[in-house]
């Protein structure tokens, strides 16, 4: 997760201050670094970073519709329609008619896609040490609480 940072004419490096004064900006670029190095991984492994969501999510809570796995993950619905697509090309997922609602389909997670979920999952320990190596166990347990409480915020809609 190495960011490179020019130095001015002065010698000084300014983005580091001005991470520190916009942590807007800081948070931001932060996130474009791991997401590159989330779609590096998922293009090694061969399963996107969005279907390994939706694979995930199907095997934790079940069939569900597509707009739910599109609002719950946070992944343009028209994005979704192809994530879905090519999982159930692959025969990891099957797409039924929604019994509860005729006009929708539910989303099924397959014996294949529970196999391919388990062999990306265990390859996520290693791909986590290696982003995230800079920051010490406790720092990471920082971060992620401090995540967490960013989504929440933002999800109840409180600011």
Known sequence: MATTTRTTDRGTAYFPRLAAERLDIALCRASATVARAADAHATEEGLGVGQHLVLQMLDAIGPCS??????????????MVGICDDLEKADHVR????????RSYAVTITDSGRRRLSQAQALIPAFLEDTFQALTPAERGQLSALL????RADASGSH
């Open 66 to 79: 597509q707009q739910t796995l599109s609002e719950e993950l946070r992944i343009d619905r028209s994005v």
């Open 95 to 102: 797409r039924e008619r929604n019994p509860r609602d005729r």
């Open 148 to 151: 967490t409480k960013l989504l």
